[in-house]
Each structure stands twice: as structure tokens, then as C-alpha cells.
């Protein structure tokens, strides 16, 4: 079987603009996979239930790329993977089908009508009524297989399971196999294990026997000694590659690992761990739904930085999402019952779970949990006890190998606080809704994956590192005096000008059990901070332009300081990225921020930015992360910042050196060079 990726290439356009579904119009635009097209989609706020997907209305689009070519084959099958929304299928105009909602991986038989170069369409549409924010647009990987005569047999739905044996680790992949052809096929099944340098551990090989036009369900495993664990701190992965008749069918990354709770104390590979974590939505304002490895890695990294080990994910699983959380070494908990429903148990988990688990969770090390509790809690308002209990038992009848948090595990439940990550839509019906956030803001980070400032107040709550940050309340605002409330409306900011004077609140999150503040080289006070002051020191002193400055100590010894200058006038412009080296086809994510001449964060500034990139890249978009939020930029000539801060998303097109310059009226231009190979 030869298999080709179709991730390149790419028309989109509106469906008001197809003439026919046998090519493409020629205003369409080209992308690349994956793709959701709603984030460069303008707000329509009369769209019922508008704020719980960002007020994005209807939207129907068409995917269109050319057939690649064959040299010789029987059959034809198109792969789909977790397209966003309900999917119309075109070859050469002609319909071939619908593939289903909800992320699935789907298999189209388009034989008859396949053509080289012919026009793939996929027809694909959203409702702004579906709850949470779904998107719009193909997710995953869309390719394309041709099947020859001598293998018609193709391996679905591999999962790999590992247990130990003693001193030993038992690898067992369980797989489905289609027999595509009209005879029946005996075949060499084989299995292999691969250290990610490549070098084969061992390998296994059985006979299989299938009938014309039908599927069976086989298992083959490996008994291996010496295996690495996966683990938080050494997030190690092996490979496992599946052939028939020496034909490469998939390969699945996995880790040799044990997840197990116990009368509420999760363990992993048998040694208890204490769970910090957080809640994150599966969508962002510069890419919507699309998870790319790149963006996601940026994220859960900031995540990790925080000190949380562990993510609890709702919506729709991407394996692009559940790879970076092996490579990074977090655990992930899945919410498996949908957002809003009152559809009988098998309804409300069939959706798209049983999919999702054979084929996407399972192969996972970094999996731990099922939980049968959404962040909506509507499992406790639709479903009886024994509902949910038998619910869980469906689960377990497919996958056995981890275990089904229900509403009364509240002790791992309450480890995972709200909400880690800014996400579009809102969950809160507005009043009006043109003075409503698009977004919901409550995260560590915000919807571009950048910390936030007010991240610290986490930071000194878990206590992995040192932290010393400051933290003022605006005055006009909250009333200084107010000892009540210390961290409504606070920001990294001293720039008060019509303050000046006047009394100002000044909170201090640390991790010391001491804090000293000084303003302009005179000590303000010393505090009392650590665990019983809920980790902070509150001052107020009249506002100084100048520069603030906390000094942490624990047991008399200073442990770190924090720096707090009034700012100047936008001056420059600076490019950063965390990346300095990227390969054909992967994004850099560049941030743009607003310096004084001093080279300060200027966290207020709003400033009209343009961008250019050599022809080693290309542009992709730009967004800020305003809460009212606006079209994401798909033209370098004209973006926004926003509290000083913008990102541009540039892709990697040929090796070399790939330059970026941004440029705004009475700045400096900011520079930046990334090494692709």
C-alpha cells in the first residue's frame, strides 16, 4: 500500500463562491493542514448562543487539493482525520458521502472516480449552536492510499498495550485488518519495537487469514526485557511499527507505563504522585481549533513551566495535543462526556468516544484517566447514579487499561483548577453582548500561549521555584485602602501619572517568608509573606514614578528580587522567538512587543504593526490577545498590538536563513533571524 499525506497545497473559500464542486474558484485561498477557517471570519453577535463559540455564525467551506498521481492500483481510499464538522466528500465533482462530526477518523472508498490531478472538495460546515468552540475546518491529516494487488490488506485501529512480567514488559498491539481485495488473503503479520534513535529491540511475526471484502480483529505481542518507564521526569517513548507482507501500516508512538487511582490517590508506574493541575479548551485566537505541534508545544510548556504536571482536556482529542504531552512528560485526564446533553448514556458517549479511544488515547503514555464529569458538571443534572455507573462499565468494556473518574472522585477532580489557558467563546450569557468578551480570560496564560503576568499567584501557590513578582492595583479601580480585595485589577505596571501622590496598592507574590519593598532606593516597609500570608505582601505607598523594587527572603537569606520601572514612550520594536532553528514546513511563533528607548515592556501600548518575511518563510497570520478581540490578520501590511504584545505565526518554506522585520510609524524596527533546515 502506498500512502500519501495531503498536508500541503491547500484552497479554501467560502461556499458562496463555488460555482461547482469540480475545482476550485479563483479567489480561493491557500493553506496548509491543518486549517480552521473561523478565526479569520468576522463576529456576528446576534447568532444564538453566540458567546459560548465567540460569536462566529454559520459557516460553510470548501477544501479543494489535486489527486496526486499512482503508478498502479486496485483501489483508492481517502483517510480523514478529525474533520471539525459534518463532511461533504466531491472527487472530480462527483459526491462521494458524508463523513461524520465529531473529530472522527473516517475511510472513503473513491476508486471509481479517482483521476490524477483531479479535485478532491471536502464540503465542510459549522453551527454556531454546538456549544463550546468546535471550529471549522479539517484538523487532522488528510491522505490518500493506493492498494495494490498483492497486499489488499490494510491495519486499522492499532493500539498498543504494556505490561509488566516480572523483571519483563509485554508489548501488545491489538489491530483491526480490512481485506480490501475479493480473495482470501493469508498474510505475514509482523510487529517491531524501535528505540526513537531507530534501533530495532525485537520483532514478531504471525500468520494471518482474512475473507474476501471482511475485517478481523488480531493481537500480536513481544515479551521484551530492559524497558525504559515513562515518566514525568524521563518522558521516554518507543515505536512500534506494523507491516504486512513487509509493508509499512502504521507506526505508533508509545511508552511503557502504568496509571492506577486508588481510593483517591493517583499512581503512576506504582508510586503515588500528587497532582497539580488545570483545565484547558482545545482552541486559541490565532489558529481556532487547528492544533499544530509547534503551537502546542509552546503552550503546554508554559503550562509545565508553571509548576502544574498535569492537564485535564475536554472537547475533541488531536493527536498533535496528546504527543506533546509525552514529549514534555504531563499527565492528561480526558473528559469523555459531552458539554451539553439529555441523550441516553449510549448516545452521550458513542459520540465520538469509542473512536477516540481505540484509536487516539489508549497509545498514549501520558493518558492517565477517563472522567465522566465535564467543567459543565451536566453528568450530575441529566444522569442518574446508575446511569453514570453503567456508563462507566460501556467504557471499560473497550478499553481496561485506565481508569473512570465519576462525580465522586472529587479528591483527584479538585487537583485540577479551572482554567489554565485562555479560550474562545465565553460560558457566561451576557446582557449585551457587544460589551462582552469574546474570549474567556481567566487563564495562566492567554489565548496566544503567553504567560501572564498574574501567572505568579499559581507560581507561589505551588512553590517549585523562587518567586518574587510585583504586582499593582489600579487605584481608580479599587480603593487602596480596601484590605479586603488584593487582587482584583492588578498588573505589572508603574506608570500612574494622574496618581501621582496618591495612595497606591502594591502586592508582592512570593515564595520567601519576608519581603522588602523599595521605591527609588528608600524602603517602603518589610512584610511578613510565605504560606500564612497566602503567599504575598501587600504595601501601600503614594505613587513615585521611578523604580520599584521587592526583595524575597527565606530564613534570613535573600532568595530572589523583582524589578518594577515606570516606562517611557514607545520607542523600538522587539522580535523574540523560542525558537531559533525550525525545519521545512514547521512554524516559528514571533512575539512582538513595544520597548521604550530603554529597552522596557511597555504593557499598554496599542500600535499598528507591519511585517515582512524573506522568501526562506512565508506569512501566515498575526493576532493580538484584546478580549474584544478582533479577524485575525492574514496580511503582513496592517496588525494591532494589544498591552504591548502581538504574535505572528511565520512557516518555514527552504533551508536557510529566515529573516523577519516588523515595522510601525515613529518606531524602530524590530529584527529577527531563524535557521531552517
Known amino acids: ?44 453577535f446576534s447568532t444564538v448562543l453566540g458567546y459560548e463559540n465567540s460569536y462566529y455564525a454559520s459557516t460553510v467551506s470548501c477544501f479543494f487539493v489535486k489527486l496526486p498521481k499512482f503508478n498502479s492500483s486496485r483501489k483508492i481510499l481517502l483517510f480523514l482525520e478529525q474533520v471539525a464538522n459534518s463532511c461533504l466528500v466531491y472527487v472530480d465533482g462527483q459526491y462521494k458521502g458524508m463523513v461524520g462530526t465529531g473529530f472522527t477518523n473516517e ?12 479535485w478532491l472538495c471536502l464540503r465542510v460546515a459549522s453551527h454556531p449552536d454546538c456549544g463550546s468552540y468546535v471550529g471549522n475546518g479539517i484538523i487532522g491529516d488528510v491522505s490518500v492510499a493506493s492498494v495494490e494487488d498483492e497486499d489488499g490488506l490494510i491495519a486499522n485501529h492499532v493500539a498498543v498495550e504494556t505490561k509488566k512480567d516480572g523483571n519483563k514488559t509485554v508489548v501488545t498491539a491489538h489491530l483491526d485488518i480490512d481485506n480490501y481485495d475479493k480473495p482470501v488473503k493469508t498474510r505475514q503479520l509482523e510487529l517491531e519495537i524501535v528505540k526513537p534513535n531507530g534501533k530495532r529491540l525485537a520483532k514478531k511475526v504471525r500468520m494471518v ?20 518507564s515513562w515518566s514525568l521526569e524521563n518522558p521516554y517513548c518507543y515505536i512500534a ?3 504486512i507482507n513487509g ?11 502504568k496509571h492506577e487511582i486508588d481510593k483517591g490517590v493517583y499512581k503512576l508506574n506504582g508510586t503515588p504522585v500528587k497532582l497539580v493541575g488545570v483545565h484547558i479548551e482545545p482552541s486559541n485566537a490565532l489558529l481556532g481549533s487547528a492544533a499544530r505541534y509547534d503551537f502546542e508545544y509552546r503552550k503546554f510548556s508554559a503550562i509545565k513551566n508553571l509548576g502544574f504536571n498535569a492537564v485535564r482536556l475536554s472537547g475533541k482529542m488531536q493527536e498533535e495535543t496528546l504527543q506533546v504531552l509525552n514529549d514534555l512528560g504531563l499527565l492528561c485526564i ?3 462526556c459531552r458539554n451539553k446533553t439529555t441523550a441516553p448514556v449510549s448516545d452521550a458517549t458513542n459520540a465520538w468516544l469509542h473512536v477516540g479511544a481505540e484509536d487516539r488515547l489508549t497509545n498514549h503514555p501520558s493518558f492517565a484517566a477517563y472522567s465522566l464529569i465535564n467543567h459543565h458538571d451536566n453528568i450530575r443534572r441529566h444522569f442518574s447514579d446508575e ?3 453503567d456508563m462507566a462499565e460501556w467504557v471499560k468494556t473497550f478499553d481496561s487499561t485506565r481508569s473512570i473518574l465519576l462525580p465522586s472522585d472529587t479528591d483527584i477532580i479538585d487537583c485540577f483548577k479551572p482554567l489554565g489557558m485562555d479560550f474562545l467563546g465565553t460560558k457566561i450569557k451576557p446582557q449585551d453582548h457587544t460589551k462582552m468578551p469574546i474570549y474567556t480570560t481567566g487563564g495562566y496564560i492567554d489565548v496566544l500561549g503567553r504567560v501572564k503576568v498574574t501567572a505568579c499567584k499559581n507560581q507561589t501557590a505551588i512553590g517549585k521555584n523562587p518567586v518574587c513578582a510585583i504586582l499593582v492595583q489600579d487605584p481608580d479601580s479599587i480603593d487602596p485602602i480596601d484590605e479586603n480585595d488584593n487582587d482584583t485589577d492588578t498588573d505589572a505596571l508603574w506608570n500612574w501619572p494622574h496618581n501621582k501622590g496618591k495612595p497606591i496598592k502594591v502586592v508582592v507574590h512570593s515564595t520567601g517568608d519576608v519581603v522588602a519593598l523599595w521605591l527609588n532606593g528608600k524602603q517602603i516597609g518589610r512584610k511578613l509573606a510565605g504560606k500564612y500570608a497566602d503567599n504575598k505582601a501587600v504595601f501601600v505607598t503614594n505613587f513615585v514614578a521611578g523604580k520599584l523594587e521587592a526583595i524575597s527572603y527565606f530564613k534570613g537569606e535573600e532568595q530572589c528580587r523583582s524589578i518594577l520601572e515606570t516606562v517611557d514612550v514607545p520607542k523600538a520594536i522587539k522580535l523574540s522567538c523560542d525558537k531559533n532553528t525550525i525545519e521545512i514546513g514547521e512554524y516559528a511563533y514571533i512575539d512582538v512587543s513595544i520597548i521604550d528607548k530603554a529597552g522596557r515592556f511597555i504593557p499598554f501600548a496599542s500600535k499598528e504593526i507591519k511585517v515582512e518575511v524573506s522568501q526562506e518563510g512565508e506569512f ?29 505565526a511565520v512557516k518555514a518554506a527552504v533551508s536557510g536563513k529566515l529573516m523577519v522585520k516588523a515595522l510601525g510609524d515613529g518606531l524602530n524596527a524590530g529584527k529577527i533571524s531563524i535557521k531552517i533546515k
Open 334 to 336: 480526558v473528559d469523555i
Open 1 to 44: 500500500m502506498q500512502k500519501i499525506i495531503l498536508k500541503d497545497n491547500w484552497l479554501v473559500c467560502d461556499i458562496e463562491q463555488v460555482v461547482d464542486y469540480a475545482s476550485p474558484p479563483k479567489c480561493a485561498k491557500a493553506v496548509s493542514l491543518p486549517y480552521d477557517v473561523l478565526p479569520a471570519k468576522s463576529r456576528d
Open 247 to 257: 509493508n509499512l501500516q502504521q507506526s505508533i508512538k508509545f511508552g511503557v507505563v
Open 107 to 118: 475511510v472513503v472508498n473513491i476508486t471509481k472516480c479517482y483521476k490524477e490531478n483531479a
Open 387 to 389: 446511569s453514570v455507573e
Open 241 to 243: 511499527n506494523v507491516f
Open 620 to 648: 501566515v497570520a498575526a493576532q493580538n490577545a484584546d478580549p474584544k478581540g478582533g479577524i485575525i490578520a492574514t496580511s503582513p501590511e496592517s496588525f494591532y498590538t494589544f498591552d504591548g504584545h502581538a504574535l505572528v
Open 209 to 228: 487469514k482474512i475473507k474476501a471484502d471482511a475485517c478481523k480483529s488480531y493481537e500480536v505481542g513481544i515479551k521484551l526485557s530492559s524497558m525504559e
